[in-house]
T-cell receptor
Framework: QQQVKQSPQSLIVQKGGISIINCAYE??????FPWYQQFPGKGPALLIA?????SEKKEGRFTISFNKSAKQFSLHIMDSQPGDSATYFC???????????FGTGTSLTVIP | NAGVTQTPKFQVLKTGQSMTLQCAQD?????MYWYRQDPGMGLRLIYY???????DKGEVPNGYNVSRLNKREFSLRLESAAPSQTSVYFC?????????????FGPGTRLTVT
């Protein structure tokens, strides 16, 4: 059973456009929601993370929107660039332990 | 500061062979993890170690064993490899205390079992 559901599986965006990736969860014990970026042949790297006490967090062109009541969170990439082409994973960690649960990933392609 | 290192980078095994994947971190992190990554499946947790001397099963532990050798090192062993264990394996570490939970990943080991 997938603890964190991620969509879409793949996304193609024009340069300068907005990329939006969505994730949903059911476990109300989750208290930390990171997003990871992975380039081919590399390990995932933390991009941005949020805790449920805030509804939005912005770092440069990357923004997480968090809706606690709907148990959903999303990553917005503004002014998408070809260099943003990568696979993005959302994840969640419960406050009761150290396990991280990952979404299935979104392959983003930004067309010049 | 090398972060998280993994060896080997690539490995080909025959069914039934055994091997150990090595992982080390130099960030003084307390928690360490082993994941496998398969197409369309995301990252699935195999085992993790919240602190030196403790290990716990994750989502997909069958066919694997782990050893937290010390605070720096966390190894993953396949006793009798099967083709279903063909995957990319990632080790990660984190300093899980208070509000800090950031995970750092190694470069991965690409394992093929024939």
């Amino acid at each position: 059973q997938q603890q964190v559901k991620q969509s879409p599986q793949s996304l193609i965006v024009q340069k300068g456009g907005i990329s939006i990736i969505n994730c949903a969860y059911e476990n109300t014990a989750f208290d930390y929601f990171p997003w990871y970026q992975q380039f081919p042949g590399k390990g995932p790297a933390l991009l941005i993370a949020i805790r449920p006490d805030v509804s939005e967090k912005k770092e440069g062109r990357f923004t997480i929107s968090f809706n606690k009541s709907a148990k959903q969170f999303s990553l917005h990439i503004m002014d998408s660039q070809p260099g943003d082409s990568a696979t993005y994973f959302c994840a969640a960690r419960a406050n009761t332990g150290n396990q991280f649960y990952f979404g299935t990933g979104t392959s983003l392609t930004v067309i010049p | 500061n090398a972060g998280v290192t993994q060896t080997p980078k690539f490995q080909v095994l025959k069914t039934g062979q055994s091997m150990t994947l090595q992982c080390a971190q130099d960030m003084n992190h307390n928690s360490m993890y082993w994941y496998r990554q398969d197409p369309g499946m995301g990252l699935r947790l195999i085992y993790y170690s919240a602190s030196e001397g403790t290990t716990d099963k994750g989502e997909v532990p069958n066919g694997y064993n782990v050893s937290r050798l010390n605070k720096r090192e966390f190894s993953l062993r396949l006793e009798s490899a099967a083709p279903s264990q063909t995957s990319v394996y990632f080790c990660a570490s984190s300093l899980t205390s208070g509000t800090s939970s950031e995970q750092y990943f190694g470069p991965g080991t690409r394992l093929t079992v024939t």
